[in-house]
Structures are given as structure tokens and as C-alpha cells.
Nanobody, 115 residues
Framework: QVRLVESGGGSVQAGESLTLSCAASISFFSSYNMGWYRQAPGKQRILVARITSGGSTNYADSVKGRFTISRDNAKNTVYLQMNSLKPEDTALYYC?????????WGQGTQVTVSS
């Protein structure tokens, strides 16, 4: 059974940093593309950052230069380093694993940034 478990969320002040982790119980983790998405209240879930199985990354324009996604295939874990956090980064952050034709989601971890 596939499980994605996010951790590392919390409440911080603007300008501070957080690192999110997603531990994946999934076979052949290295073959999956991994992503972080977020959903703010009343808004759609959007892609924040993604790292492919080959290590290529892409980011939402709103987080470029502030967030860094990385993965440790030996630990079946993907990370999201978030620096210079802004109140608009407040959302529920979800981990995603995809390998065509399947995709899996975690339950989410809350990030709240106050001004």
C-alpha cells in the first residue's frame, strides 16, 4: 500500500524558513516524479515545485528563488526548503508522487505565515 506522509509544517513569521519532508512508502521510489502542491482556503490546489525521477526541477513563479525541492532516493524522501516565507505562502501543502499512469497524494501539512 502506498503512503506519503508529510511533516515539517507549522506557524512562522514572515521572512522565516521551514523545511517540509515527505516520506514515501512506495516501491521503486526513484522512478517516480515527486511534487509539492499547495491549496489555500477557497482556492484551487496548485503546483509549487516538482522534481523528476531524473532530478530536473521546476517551480511556480511565485516561489522561484525562495523554495528548493530535493529528493533523497536512499531515504525515499522528498524535501521542500522554504525560505523568506510570505503570508501568501499560507496553505495546506501536499506531497505528490506520479509515474504514468498513477499518482498518489499525501494528507497534507499546514503552513501558516503571519506578517
Amino acid at each position: 500500500q502506498v503512503r506519503l506522509v508529510e511533516s515539517g509544517g507549522g506557524s512562522v513569521q514572515a521572512g522565516e524558513s521551514l523545511t517540509l519532508s515527505c516520506a514515501a512508502s512506495i516501491s521503486f521510489f526513484s522512478s517516480y516524479n515527486m511534487g509539492w502542491y499547495r491549496q489555500a482556503p477557497g482556492k484551487q490546489r496548485i503546483l509549487v515545485a516538482r522534481i523528476t525521477s531524473g532530478g530536473s526541477t521546476n517551480y511556480a513563479d511565485s516561489v522561484k528563488g525562495r523554495f528548493t525541492i530535493s529528493r533523497d532516493n536512499a531515504k525515499n524522501t522528498v524535501y521542500l526548503q522554504m525560505n523568506s516565507l510570505k503570508p501568501e505562502d499560507t496553505a495546506l501543502y501536499y506531497c505528490n508522487a506520479d509515474r504514468f499512469p498513477v499518482a498518489y497524494w499525501g494528507q497534507g501539512t499546514q503552513v501558516t505565515v503571519s506578517s
